[in-house]
């Protein structure tokens, strides 16, 4: 049983819930509304849990993947609560969807409207007042709605008992989705009259989990991590010594697999010189393959694309711009000819295959010396003097009469720079609250702003921040690679899926050297999985994984590093905190 799901909550009368005064009595009316409004013969993995959670009245924080049925959450909790659902989401295309989805069902599941800036006053205004008198069951509401009092007085005096943060993770510094928004939310719910929260969110590491529970201020929440397996992959990792043996290990793979009939598939490369290489290799060879990158032009990436989608490739040989809203179910491998930047854009990627749940192969072909690429830090630190130069023209700019805000080009302008580290320090500004970007991308001043100078070292010091972080999720990633136990279960280890038994379907399974070593509990360690510890030089962390002779922590700062266990017992540099 995955250990984060919930477990079967005891058969304890609570005569004022709504929902029902015992869980049996509430699992009952989840089912039904489920089968009878929403068609649903059986739930997706997670669903159920997170809805009974809800249901009792539990903050819950979900975490399933893309297409795993998160929205049939809300809408199902929604029907057996006293009160109202707000939800908050940052996209208003996907608020436009729910809520015609949501009027579909009208009849049965209450009325749903949205609030947003693109609605008229009195559209705003009657959607306030039907969340009041009861007309309206779902309010959809974008995040900026929150920072209006009078919106806020509206909600409160509708008393929601249902407050929904749709992609949750958006609070979290951790990932590149991070909306200053969002942090405002603990507060609203709060000034809501604290209803019972609902995150939700399809990236699942564990840091960004910790911060969503934290900034949303969830009290004693359940967690549930569900659906993120997908048995059909097998999950390979090929080892190279040097660059040369490394491409020819990656044709050699993608001919015997085309050979025998396993197409198509996908090749991913880190760069595009390396797209176009590969492909030019592999017709040479006889398949039809196709490079794919963001630099071709628009009319040759969609051409690939057709052809693909119509079974007249092999292979497409791809960077990661590759696959976004283009599902093929019957992919049948990727294979990565270098690792990529972290666990969450493997699985990502690989996840492409065997959507039909039909077999499909992921395999990485791996050479140490890849991790190290250039490409994972490029950005750089920002200097300083350049984050404050920045600050100082954007925080001049209502004195300038520049009303619209400015823009990257006014700065190109001013600074002499090139477009993309201005709109990186843009980004860093706002992270920091020192300018706020409107939907244009022009910044203006953030109110209660920090002066440029202050602003400037605070942005740095992210910055920073981040590449630590991205650093060490690249030590994951050759975890990932270079671990001699069961793949699959060091994959949903680190979204936080414990798979009990090594899965059989992957190289060390294979190999027989995963079975040979115990599961993470059985360790006899002073340090078991999630004891949060204190490194004397890298401050607070978490234990994410223990193996034999080494652990690896999850540290505030500094993200993941694995430890040798005999240095750490000998040394004594962890100490477990209370
Ligand atoms: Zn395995």
């Known amino acids: 049983m995955p250990r984060a799901s919930a477990e079967a909550p005891a058969e304890t009368r609570s005569d004022d819930n709504p929902a029902g005064a015992t869980a049996s009595v509430r699992t009952r009316r989840i089912r039904e509304f489920a089968r009878d409004v929403l068609g649903y013969e059986s739930f997706r993995p997670g669903q159920e849990a997170a809805m009974q959670a809800v249901v009792s009245g539990r903050d819950t924080l979900a975490v399933l993947p893309s297409g795993a049925g998160k929205t049939a959450i809300y809408q199902v ?162 080892h190279h010594a040097d660059a040369h043996g490394k491409e020819q290990g990656v044709l050699d793979r993608v001919l015997a697999e085309i050979g025998d009939g396993r197409g198509p598939g996908i090749v991913y490369s880190a760069t595009r010189k390396g797209t176009e290489t590969i492909a030019d290799e592999l017709r040479e060879r006889g398949l039809r393959a196709r490079h794919y990158h963001a630099g071709l032009n628009k009319g040759d990436r969609e051409e690939t694309q057709r052809v693909w989608m119509e079974d007249e490739l092999d292979v497409v040989v791809a960077t990661t711009a590759f696959g976004m809203g283009i599902d093929k179910p019957d992919t049948r491998f990727v294979i990565h000819s270098e690792p990529a930047d972290s666990i969450d854009s493997y699985y990502q990627e690989i996840g492409r295959a065997g959507r039909d749940g039909e077999p499909a192969l ?91 100078g202050a602003a400037a070292e605070q942005a740095r010091e992210l910055a920073e921040h981040h590449e630590k972080v991205d650093q060490s999720r690249v030590e994951m990633m050759r975890g990932y690679a270079e671990t001699t136990e069961c793949r699959r279960q060091f994959l949903l280890g680190y979204f936080g899926e414990q798979l009990d038994e090594p899965c059989g379907n992957c190289d060390n399974c294979s190999a027989g050297t995963a079975q040979e070593n ?35 922590v999850l540290f505030d700062e500094v993200g993941y590093k694995t430890l040798g266990l005999a240095a750490v017992v000998e040394n004594d540099l962890l100490r477990t905190r209370p």
């Open 77 to 238: 909790a929604g029907q057996l609560l006293d009160g109202p659902v707000v939800v908050v989401s940052p996209l208003i295309a996907l608020q436009r969807d729910q809520v015609e989805r949501l009027t579909e069902l009208e009849e049965q599941a209450g009325a749903a409207a949205q609030l947003n800036s693109t609605l008229s006053a009195g559209d705003q205004r009657e959607a306030l007042d039907g969340l009041r008198d009861g007309t309206v069951r779902y309010l959809f509401l974008a995040p900026e709605q929150l920072a209006k009092p009078d919106v806020v007085e509206a909600l409160a005096a509708a008393a929601p008992a249902l407050f929904v943060v749709d992609e949750a993770h958006c609070v979290s510094a951790w990932g590149h989705d991070f909306r200053p928004d969002y942090l405002r939310l603990g507060n609203a719910a709060e000034q809501l009259g604290s209803p019972t929260v609902l995150g939700l969110t399809a990236t699942a590491a564990p840091p960004v989990r910790a911060e969503i529970v934290e900034r949303l201020g969830m009290t004693d929440p359940e967690i549930v991590v569900a659906g993120f397996d997908r048995p059909e992959i097998r999950l390979e990792v090929d």
């Open 362 to 452: 992921a395999v990485l072909v791996y050479r140490q010396e890849d991790l190290g690429l250039r490409r994972f830090f490029a950005a750089g630190t920002p200097a300083e003097e350049e984050l404050q130069q920045v600050a100082g023209l954007v925080a001049a700019a209502p004195a300038a009469g520049l009303e619209d805000g400015v823009n990257v080009k006014t700065l190109r302008e001013e600074t002499g720079r090139a477009a993309t580290p201005l709109v990186r320090d843009l980004n860093l500004l706002e992270q920091v609250a020192a300018v706020v970007l409107d939907e244009e991308g022009a910044a203006h001043p953030a109110q209660g702003a920090p002066p440029p």
């Open 518 to 552: 115990p599961g993470p509990d059985d360790h006899d360690t002073p340090f078991p999985v999630e004891t949060p510890v204190e490194h004397s030089e890298w401050g607070n962390g978490v234990v994410m994984r223990v193996e034999d002779d080494r652990l690896t």
